[in-house]
């Protein structure tokens, strides 16, 4: 089993109760709006990383970011957007969509896909929880679950 730690919108500020939770992690995935590039390497300290471009993640460091990853851990395919907006249906053969841009932490699962948005781990956005989140991978089966912290 493959344990994937999901982060999303930390707008340049890693608390280090999610740096814990992330600790353990054989993959990161960090859905946006990073707005730090040092946070990428302190990420990338835990695990593998993959990381997409977000709406704030500005400058030289961030174009080297695509807007969508598509991953493969195990027999699970793994597709990352920040904004969901513009991403109508996923790709074939996805079974997991991890975003962020809302803030809101939530899990859904839709016409066998499983979405997920581990909501915001940086600055407080009104009165949305910091949170992240972590997939579970056992070969082609996946789950989420989410952490308020």
């Known amino acids: ?35 730090a590039p040092e946070l990428l390497e302190q990420l990338r300290q835990l695990a593998p990383l993959t990381a997409v471009r977000g709406n704030n993640d500005l400058g030289v460091w961030a174009e080297a970011l695509r807007e969508r990853e598509t991953l493969q851990l195990e027999g699970v395919r793994i597709h990352v957007i920040h904004d969901l907006a513009q991403l109508d249906v996923p ?31 940086g600055p407080r956005r009104f009165k949305l929880p910091i949170a992240a989140g972590e997939l579970l991978v056992d070969g082609s089966a996946v789950s989420a679950r989410l952490v308020t912290f």
């Open 91 to 121: 790709p074939a053969g996805v079974q997991a969509v991890v975003s962020g841009h809302s803030h809101k932490p939530q899990v859904d699962q839709r016409q066998g896909t499983l979405w997920v948005n581990p909501g915001s781990a």
């Open 1 to 35: 089993m493959k344990r994937v730690g999901l982060v999303s919108d930390t707008h340049g500020l890693l608390r280090p109760e999610v740096l814990d939770f992330l600790r353990g992690s054989d993959h990161i995935i960090h859905a946006g709006d990073i707005c």
